[in-house]
C-alpha cells in the first residue's frame, strides 16, 4: 500500500523525470528522426511488440493471481526510461538513439499502452481501468512538452534539467527500496517465486530477445547494444505511477508487486549487460590494429 503523502511524492517525481526526459529532445530531433525513421522504428517493434508479447507469455505460463498478471502486462507495455539512456551511455552504445527511442516510445504510448493492455488483458480475461491508465498518460506528457520547450528555449537550462531527471530515475529506486519494500516486507515474503521469475526474467530476457534481433537485422554493434537496452530496460517509475493513479487501494499492493521488484532488479540486471558489453568492446578495440590507415 502507498499512504497519501508517498503518492503526492511519488507523482511529482515522476513528473520531474518526465520533464528531464522532455528536456533531452528538441523538434529537431524528432525531423531528424522522422528523415532516419529505420533505428525508431525497431525501438518501437522492441517497445510494443516484444516486450508486450514476453509480457503476456510470462503472465499465461506463470503460476500467479490476477493481480499479479495485470501488473506484469502493465510493466511490459511500458516505453523506454532514462535508466536506459545513463546504461546506453556506460555501455558505449549509440546514446542519441537511444534518447529519441525513449522520448518516442513514449510519446507513441499515450496510444499503444492502451490498445496493447486492452488486447492482451483480452485475452487473458483480466479488468483493467483503461480510462484511468489513458487519463494518467496524458497528463504525463504535459511536463514531457514542457521539457522540451525549455530546451528550444534555454540549452544550458534543458541540460541541467535533464540531468536532475536522470538523476532523480535513479533516486525514485532507491526511494521505492526505502519505502515501499519495508511497508510491504510480509507480502513480498508470501510472494510466490513465479512474482520474482516475471520481474527479473521481463528484463534480463527483454535485452537478450532485443539484443538478438538487432543483431539480426545486421545494426551495428553500438546500435544492437542500444536497442538491447532500451527493449529491457522499462519505464518503471512510469509503471508504478498509473498503478497508484488508477487503481483502487485495495489493489495496488498486489499490481505494483512486480513494477517495484522490476524497478529494483533491472538496475542489477543491467550493469550485469553493460559490464558485458563494455568487455565485448574492448575485446573488439583490442583487435584493431594500432594505425591510423
Not at 529537431?28 to 508479447?53: E, K
Request: charged fraction near 10%.
Amino acid at each position: 500500500m502507498v499512504d497519501e503523502f508517498t503518492q503526492t511524492l511519488l507523482g511529482l517525481m515522476v513528473a520531474i523525470i518526465m520533464l528531464g526526459m522532455g528536456a533531452s529532445l528538441t523538434p529537431r530531433d524528432f525531423y531528424l528522426a522522422l528523415r532516419r525513421p529505420y533505428g525508431l522504428a525497431i525501438g518501437v517493434i522492441s517497445q510494443y511488440g516484444i516486450m508486450p508479447l514476453l509480457g503476456f507469455v510470462l503472465a499465461l505460463t506463470l503460476a500467479v493471481p490476477e493481480t499479479i498478471a495485470i501488473g506484469i502486462l502493465i510493466m511490459a507495455c511500458m516505453p523506454g526510461g532514462t535508466t536506459s539512456n545513463i546504461f546506453t551511455y556506460f555501455s558505449k552504445g549509440n546514446l542519441a538513439l537511444s534518447v529519441l527511442m525513449t522520448v518516442t516510445s513514449t510519446v507513441a504510448g499515450v496510444v499503444m499502452i492502451p490498445l496493447i493492455l486492452l488486447l492482451y488483458a483480452a485475452a487473458l480475461d483480466l479488468q483493467i481501468p483503461r480510462e484511468d491508465i489513458v487519463a494518467v498518460l496524458i497528463v504525463l506528457l504535459v511536463p514531457v512538452a514542457i521539457g522540451m520547450g525549455i530546451r528550444k528555449l534555454n540549452a544550458n537550462a534543458g541540460a541541467v534539467i535533464e540531468f536532475c531527471g536522470s538523476i532523480l530515475a535513479l533516486f525514485f529506486i532507491v526511494f521505492i527500496m526505502a519505502t515501499w519494500v519495508p511497508q510491504n516486507w510480509q507480502f513480498l515474503r508470501d510472494t510466490t517465486p513465479s512474482t520474482y521469475v516475471a520481474a527479473i526474467g521481463l528484463g534480463l530476457v527483454g535485452i537478450t530477445i532485443g539484443y538478438f534481433f538487432a543483431k539480426a537485422l545486421r545494426l551495428h554493434p553500438r546500435n544492437a547494444r542500444t536497442v538491447a537496452l532500451e527493449t529491457g530496460i522499462q519505464n518503471g517509475p512510469l509503471a508504478i505511477a498509473i498503478v497508484i493513479f488508477s487503481f483502487p487501494a485495495e489493489q495496488q499492493q498486489a499490481v505494483m508487486a512486480v513494477p517495484a521488484l522490476y524497478s529494483l532488479f533491472i538496475v542489477i540486471v543491467s550493469t550485469f549487460v553493460t559490464l558485458v558489453f563494455r568487455r565485448a568492446n574492448t575485446a573488439a578495440e583490442q583487435k584493431m590494429p594500432d594505425s591510423l590507415l
